[in-house]
């Protein structure tokens, strides 16, 4: 029998940006948005899974700033995929949790809400700082064609679209 650890997610080069980044479009612990959970739950409903969130990766913890399908509010960065998945430009895409070395002893697979299938899409704003991600979660495993990724990059065009709108709402340009 494999023996698996659960891996933590590594500091992104550039987190002290990152943070700043984050924090400066003031959405950290805000309540939802009817903007925000349209888009979340219309990915739920498109790629016909559980879970779906806007989860936004702060230093130690990731809050979900528009979810469906799940009560959780966070969790710890620690155990968090969204934490992987912000540290690549493209989509992050896990068919099998359970089979991947990475995630098949982390908390969110062995227990609810029985992780397998996880797609992330990485939130990058302009200047290059990912912030977090729209992903989708399933408790079966699953592949993740060609189509769906343009999907979900899609989808987070959108969902980024809508975040920095409110940037621009504020009177901050681009």
Not at 3 to 28: Q, W, Y
């Amino acid at each position: 029998m494999d023996c698996f650890a659960v891996l933590a997610p590594p500091v992104p080069t550039n987190e002290t940006s990152r943070l700043a980044a984050l924090r400066a479009l003031l959405l950290l612990d805000t309540p939802p948005e009817q903007r925000f959970d349209k888009l979340v739950e219309f990915a739920a409903s498109e790629f016909d899974v559980p879970i779906a969130l806007f989860s936004l990766v702060d230093d130690d913890r990731q809050w979900f700033k528009s979810k469906f399908g799940t009560q959780m509010c966070s969790t710890s960065r620690e155990i968090s995929l969204c934490g992987h998945a912000i540290l690549h430009g493209q989509l992050f895409i896990v068919p099998d949790a359970l089979e991947d070395a990475r995630f098949a002893d982390n908390p969110l697979v062995s227990g609810p809400p029985h992780l397998r299938f996880y797609a992330g899409a990485p939130l990058v704003l302009p200047s290059g700082e990912a912030i977090g991600t729209l992903c989708l979660i399933d408790s079966e495993a699953r592949q993740f064609d060609d189509i769906d990724q343009v999907m979900l990059g899609a989808l987070r065009d959108l969902l980024l679209e809508e975040v920095l709108a409110q940037r621009l709402d504020a009177g901050e340009v681009r």
